[in-house]
């Protein structure tokens, strides 16, 4: 839920660019949980039209990264900002594990997000980008793992947010499920939304990302996009970018 | 953007669709209506009139409301908090307020439905069955009247809201569905037996004055009800002063702990994920 805005954050519209150039900008971003340090300055640049991944071990920050992003846990230190047009909803949010009240359809479960923001919401075309058009009328609770993840994607997108935070969302998926999930950010990308994406599945990540943030160890120990890093660690596959980014095993496969 | 009185309108309409299609709501609800109506009958007060069928009810609903609340609302808030649902909702801007607001509300009619339904079920028994005429309207004291008794649902669905809202603030403050039914039970547990228990324990080691009885029992739940009761509804009809609690402090009282957990609500969901 909202409060008051911290003043290290601002989530409001600086309609300082044109619609389509919206971006959130973090400017050396510090979290401590106590005497734990889980982000240390880091800077990023989250950019309309590109899916930006960010991966890294269990535990090294990355959802305590995108909770700061989305202005639900405000930085020790630092500011994020959000540039772009004013928007009903400026920053969409997929959670690691999405689920929905059971006594509700897939339908009336985006109507009622919709009816948050106002909007009446096109049921059918939403769950058509998501591949569950023909589970429109199925209860939550008849809808699968997979299934639920997908409606979870759709929600996401309800307002048209022109930032959109993906957290794990091929996380238990069968490979077709995953690929698709990927397919509808890049999708979504393509026309001009910024997305991030937290994964753990590096397949995945180097086929639809544009950029990739390796976090660890609290910082951003890489970044670029696949191709480059790949490069700069002398590296053949985004999973060997990890392992030596990670391990130090560079160059060796 | 979308307006406070958008976003809660939508909260409270889907509260209400979760309430009507929860088919155990419909249990607790068959379940509170039987029970009042057999309270009623087998403690003989329904064959007497309204009066005394308020005298048999009184102290078990102190009970039954309070447990009623916690089958209603202790998976209110908790429950959006295990789906996710919470940090869903902050990206549509969701104040706590409103959020809160909304919930409460849905729940609160759910709450009136059941303990409207069972007493007023029980009303139509007495006016059917018992004996000598209870078709009088009161126009003065020392009479029994239907009227007293629809003052008797209003104060019980007054005490019923007060006690949903300490139920959505523990709902607020718990982190899975067990830990609210657990800290639901408890806390009212604590309230309604405990608030009463520090009183008479105050009385006797006398960091209590008499003069703040009325005072005091006025803050604690189920006292404060019971003294409603007893001053509005039992000492009207018997036409002298009970002298049992002060009616105005009493009434501020529930309204006072409904207002004070509602706040909290807000202001611990508002802080809990910064």
């Known amino acids: 839920m909202t409060e008051t805005a911290s003043p290290s954050e601002s989530h409001q519209p600086t309609e300082t660019t044109p619609a389509g150039d919206s971006r959130l900008t973090a400017t050396s971003i510090t979290h401590r949980y106590g005497e734990l340090s889980v982000l240390e300055a880091i800077d990023l640049e989250i950019t309309p039209g590109a899916v930006t991944a960010v991966i890294g071990p269990n535990g090294t920050g990355k959802t305590t990264l995108l909770r700061i992003l989305l202005g639900q846990l405000t930085p020790t230190e630092g500011t994020v900002e959000y540039t772009g047009p004013a928007a009903d909803r400026p920053i969409g949010y997929l959670p690691q594990q999405p689920s929905f009240r059971p006594q509700f359809t897939a339908a009336e479960t985006l109507a009622f997000y919709g009816a948050l923001l106002g909007l009446s919401v096109d049921t059918h075309t939403a769950l058509e980008r998501v591949g569950l058009a023909d589970a429109a009328d199925r209860p939550v609770e008849a809808l699968s793992g997979g299934m639920r993840r997908l409606l979870g994607i759709a929600q996401s997108l309800v307002g048209e947010p022109p930032v959109v935070v993906f957290d794990e969302p091929a996380s238990g998926l069968d490979p077709s499920m995953s690929t698709r999930a990927f397919e509808i950010l890049a999708d979504q990308a393509a026309e001009g939304t910024a997305i991030v994406v937290s994964s753990h599945d590096l397949g995945l990540v180097e086929r639809f990302a544009d950029r990739v943030l390796v976090v660890h160890d609290g910082t951003i120990a890489g970044r670029g996009s696949p191709r480059e890093l790949m490069a700069e660690t002398e590296t053949a596959s985004l999973w060997d970018v990890y392992d030596a980014v990670v391990h130090g095993h560079r160059g060796d496969t | ?274």
């Open chain 2, 1 to 274: 953007m979308s307006s406070a009185r958008t976003q809660f309108r939508a909260l409270f309409v889907r509260e209400l669709q979760t309430v009507v299609r929860t088919r155990v709501y419909l249990l607790v609800a068959l379940g509170v209506w039987a029970l009042v109506v057999a309270l009623v009958a087998t403690g003989g007060g329904g064959e007497s009139g309204y009066l005394p069928a308020v005298v048999d009810l009184l102290l078990p609903l102190e009970l039954l409301v309070p447990a009623v609340a916690i089958a209603v609302g202790y998976r209110s808030v908790v429950a959006d908090l295990e789906r996710g649902e919470l940090a869903v909702l902050e990206s549509y801007d969701v104040p706590a307020w409103v959020y809160v607001a909304a919930i409460y509300a849905g729940r609160a009619i759910a709450l009136s439905a059941i303990l409207v339904g069972g007493l007023l079920i029980t009303a139509v028994l007495i006016a059917v069955s018992a004996s000598p005429d209870t078709g009088i309207y009161a126009t003065h004291t020392g009479v029994d009247s239907p009227v007293l008794f629809g003052r008797f649902i209003a104060l019980t669905v007054l005490y019923g809201l007060t006690m949903l809202g300490l139920v959505v603030l523990v709902s607020v403050v718990a982190r899975s569905t067990r830990t609210a039914l657990a800290l639901a039970a408890g806390g009212v547990v604590l309230v309604v037996a405990g608030g009463d228990a520090l009183v008479i324990l105050g009385l006797t080691e006398e960091w209590l004055s008499a003069e703040s009885l009325f005072g005091s029992l006025a803050t604690v739940p189920n006292s404060a009800y019971r003294g409603l009761v007893f001053e509005t509804v039992v000492g009207v009809a018997s036409g002298v002063e009970t002298g049992y609690a002060a009616a105005r402090w009493s009434a501020l009282g529930l309204v006072g702990w409904l207002v004070g957990s509602l706040m909290l609500a807000v202001g611990l969901l508002g802080r809990r994920q910064r």
